[in-house]
């Protein structure tokens, strides 16, 4: 159990336009589910919270306007990186929240914006 | 805000052999959890730790939650070539609060 699934695993886009990255718990529910950036090298940034049925909270820094959060579902979280640009290259993680202190990963989707 | 050292960075060491990794904090911690990162892939949990001196084992890993709650520990024994990795500590104030993660140990394993 606690399976989380993203999609799409890779995408390259052109700059300005707009990606959506999905995220699915499979066999829970998650009423919080997390997303994440994470460059090469580094450990995983935090960028914002997602609560199913109300607005994300976004980390300092991480513009809610570029980065759209959706959490429609206990099941499904979106993420819009809006007007893409070389900069928003990076790898974006997704966690599901099962119970108070389980949290687990999605495989990754690795943009690339040209 | 709160930080969590781990170390060492990165270790090398060969097969068979056992490892140790580590996480501080500056603060207490109610939750510590291990992960294992693999290129490419989503980071995958190995051990959750829940009360102060808990010890918990997962094969052939083993975690410690510290005393103080500003520690943990991580040991792998008689490591083989699939442990190659990166191992990121992370710690939960409670279960509504995000994790903080540490930096991650790049372990590479020579056969």
């Known amino acids: 159990g606690a399976v989380v699934s993203q999609h799409p695993s890779r995408v390259i886009c052109k700059s300005g336009t707009s990606v959506k990255i999905e995220c699915r718990s499979l066999d829970f529910q998650a009423t919080t589910m997390f997303w994440y950036r994470q460059f090469p090298k580094q450990s995983l940034m935090l960028m914002a919270t997602s609560n199913e049925g109300s607005k994300a909270t976004y980390e300092q820094g991480v513009e809610k306007d570029k980065f759209l959060i959706n959490h429609a579902s206990l099941t499904l979280s979106t993420l819009t990186v809006t007007s893409a640009h070389p900069e928003d290259s990076s790898f974006y993680i997704c966690?599901?929240?099962?119970?108070?202190?389980?949290?687990?990963f999605g495989p990754g989707t690795r943009l690339t914006v040209t | 805000g709160q930080q969590l050292n781990q170390s060492p960075q990165s270790m090398f060491i060969q097969e068979g052999e056992d490892v140790s990794m580590n996480c501080t904090s500056s603060?207490?911690?109610?939750?510590w959890l291990w992960y294992k990162q693999d290129p490419g892939e989503g980071p995958v949990l190995l051990i959750a730790l829940y009360k102060a001196g808990e010890l918990t084992s997962n094969g052939r890993l083993t975690a410690q939650f510290g005393i103080t709650r500003k520690d943990s520990f991580l040991n792998i024994s008689a490591s083989i070539p699939s442990d190659v990795g990166i191992y990121f500590c992370?710690?939960?104030?409670?279960?509504?609060?995000?994790?903080?993660f540490g930096k991650g140990t790049r372990l590479s394993v020579i056969a």
């Open positions: 992370a710690g939960q104030d409670s279960g509504n609060t995000p994790l903080v």
């Open positions: 603060s207490i911690f109610n939750t």
């Open positions: 966690s599901a929240r099962r119970s108070s202190y389980e949290q687990y």
